[in-house]
T-cell receptor, first 115, second 115 residues
Framework: NAGVTQTPKFRVLKTGQSMTLLCAQDMNHEYMYWYRQDPGMGLRLIHY???????AKGEVPDGYNVSRLKKQNFLLGLESAAPSQTSVYFC??????????????FGPGTRLTVL | SQQGEEDPQALSIQEGENATMNCSYK?????LQWYRQNSGRGLVHLILIRSNEREKHSGRLRVTLDTSKKSSSLLITASRAADTASYFC???????????????FGQGTILTVHP
């Protein structure tokens, strides 16, 4: 199993450009998440999904959109990139198991620079 | 806002010594988890402790949880150079409830183990 994979690994954008980050998981997980990691800030949740066709806002959703058309894929879009979106982006997934669970499995990250 | 506050921010020890990292949080939780991140890589889940547990062991890891003080500690015994990494605590809710398995991460502790 590949686990959680992210594409691309690195990207440099100019201000105002758009791009889509792809996350794929082969563990049949229900839940998927997008985080950004900035120095000294830990990880902050951007958007998440609790199943195919559903998405919800996290802590820092502004400037991002997401889609989950297939259970195994979670896409993060930047419509008009800004320098403040320079960060490392991580995708994660987790399974559903009552009443306790939510150990998350992380991808390797995408390092994005916006000039 | 970040739920977890970790202490210390950085820790430098010699191989063979024990490393202790602390995490404090603000609101009630369902479970608390610890993750490890090697430089330039994604996070890897280490251990999960539920709110009704006080201590848990996994190999050289020992985690304690004090819900009355809203704090947790991670002890790594007999540290090795390969333990050099950043360690994050994350607090979570019940995946079956409205938290949808979301985690809130602390800023992390950078551990350096010298050979």
């Amino acid at each position: 199993n590949a686990g959680v994979t992210q594409t691309p690994k690195f990207r440099v954008l100019k201000t105002g450009q758009s791009m889509t980050l792809l996350c794929a998981q082969d563990m049949n997980h229900e839940y998927m998440y997008w985080y950004r990691q900035d120095p000294g800030m830990g990880l902050r949740l951007i958007h998440y999904s609790v199943g195919e066709g559903t998405t919800a806002k996290g802590e820092v959703p502004d400037g991002y959109n997401v889609s989950r058309l297939k259970k195994q894929n979670f896409l993060l879009g930047l419509e008009s990139a800004a320098p403040s979106q320079t960060s490392v982006y991580f995708c994660a997934s987790s399974y559903l198991r009552y009443p306790f669970n939510n150990e998350q499995f992380f991808g390797p990250g995408t390092r994005l620079t916006v000039l | 806002s970040q739920q977890g506050e970790e202490d210390p921010q950085a820790l430098s020890i010699q191989e063979g010594e024990n490393a202790t990292m602390n995490c404090s949080y603000k609101t009630s939780i369902n479970n608390l988890q610890w993750y490890r991140q090697n430089s330039g890589r994604g996070l890897v889940h280490l251990i999960l402790i539920r709110s009704n547990e006080r201590e848990k062991h996994s190999g050289r890891l020992r985690v304690t949880l004090d819900t009355s003080k809203k704090s947790s500690s991670l002890l790594i015994t007999a540290s090795r150079a390969a333990d050099t990494a950043s360690y994050f605590c994350a607090t979570g809710g019940n995946a079956g409830g409205t938290s949808y398995g979301k985690l809130t991460f602390g800023q992390g502790t950078i551990l350096t183990v010298h050979p």
